[in-house]
């Protein structure tokens, strides 16, 4: 049996073995891609994920009660994410305008149906996912694909973006210069980008493009992590105890080889290609390979941090 290769686009996605459940740490639903062979959530588990690098770094406390926060969430898989913003967003008292880009309408479908997935949000999050997931601003679609349409909408107005896809060595078309370029023109000026992922690549672009960077701080019991992933803003950051400046090892990082950004100018590249072009210019590149030095007490963790 093979399975549709990571990130296709099926016309008609049936349920099947290719995507698994199974439960993080913290007990909550999670699922497992057969065909990217990578988790949809770490192994701590789709909650804290979600509100670690998610809800806790969009410190929605800055924004006054009564307010509807604009939100696009690319890669929404089980709406973990949305699930957990929605309930927060709600104990602040405020609203969401809330808009998604996914590929595949299961991962959804499959989290509503399963009973511990349910019991993990309130019966009004449950109705509003119920609500999202065949509702018209859930976008299904390479998102490559739907971006430029939302944009018509939603150029300048999110006060928050969420980026949620698989690894970039597992979906580089979500992490490339190009679709980074244009994602972030969905930001308000003091609009905030969050992803869990640290790799050089992705923050060297988010600079390049022009936005302040901050690393999101890994939770104390994890010590030997340096990084829980990435904010960014075309504004200054206000200081955050989830955020932190990036460290001198991080910044050297960055102009590495490592540094190298993923390629996507057609904006239809398969994975494969996207990669192989980004391996050639690593070859190529004079700067130094991609190593992240260690530091004193804390382990390093490859080149491209932030993987799942
Ligand atoms: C890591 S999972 C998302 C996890 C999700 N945020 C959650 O809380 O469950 C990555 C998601 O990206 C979707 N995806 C893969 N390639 C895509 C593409 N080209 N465009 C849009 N979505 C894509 C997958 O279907 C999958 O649901």
Redesign the pocket.
């Known amino acids: 049996m093979t399975w549709p290769a990571?990130?296709t686009?099926t016309a008609e996605p049936e349920p099947g073995p290719e995507l698994l459940p199974r439960r993080g740490r913290d007990g909550s639903f999670?699922?497992y891609?057969v065909a990217?062979d990578?988790?949809?959530?770490s192994a701590a588990g789709?909650l804290r994920e979600?509100n670690e690098k998610f809800v806790v770094p969009a410190a929605l406390e800055r924004f006054v009660p009564g307010r509807e926060l604009v939100v696009a969430?690319?890669?929404?898989?089980?709406?973990?994410?949305?699930a957990a913003l929605l309930d927060a967003a709600t104990t602040a008292g405020l609203g969401l305008d809330w808009w998604g880009?996914?590929?595949?309408h299961r991962?959804l479908a499959l989290?509503l149906a399963d009973a511990g997935f349910r019991a993990q949000w309130s019966a009004a999050v449950i109705g509003r996912l119920e609500g999202l997931s065949d509702g018209p601003r859930l976008w299904l679609?390479?998102?490559?694909r739907?971006l430029p349409e939302l944009l018509e909408t939603l150029a300048g107005r999110c006060d928050l973006v969420?980026l949620?896809?698989?690894s970039p060595t597992r979906?580089p078309?979500?992490w490339s210069r190009e679709f980074l370029g244009q994602l972030v023109r969905l930001l308000r000026p003091e609009g905030r980008l969050l992803t869990y992922s640290s790799a050089a690549a992705v923050r060297r672009c988010l600079l390049e493009l022009g936005l302040e960077v901050r690393a999101i701080r890994p939770p104390a019991d994890e010590p030997e992590r340096w990084s829980a992933g990435t904010a960014a803003s075309f504004t200054p950051l206000a200081p955050h105890p989830a955020l932190r400046p990036l460290e001198p090892f991080e910044r050297e990082h960055l102009a590495s080889r490592a540094g190298i950004a993923y390629r996507d100018p057609s904006g239809s590249a398969t994975a494969a290609e996207i990669l192989e072009r980004r391996r050639r210019e690593q070859e190529r590149s004079a700067a130094p390979p991609g190593r992240l030095p260690r530091r004193p007490g804390r382990g390093g963790l490859g080149h491209s941090g932030g993987h799942?």
């Open positions: 990571c990130g686009e999670s699922l891609s990217c990578e988790g949809f959530h789709a979600a969430e690319v890669a929404v898989g089980t709406g973990t994410n949305t880009l996914e590929l595949d991962p989290a679609g390479d998102a490559r739907r969420l949620d896809a698989f979906c078309e979500l799942r």
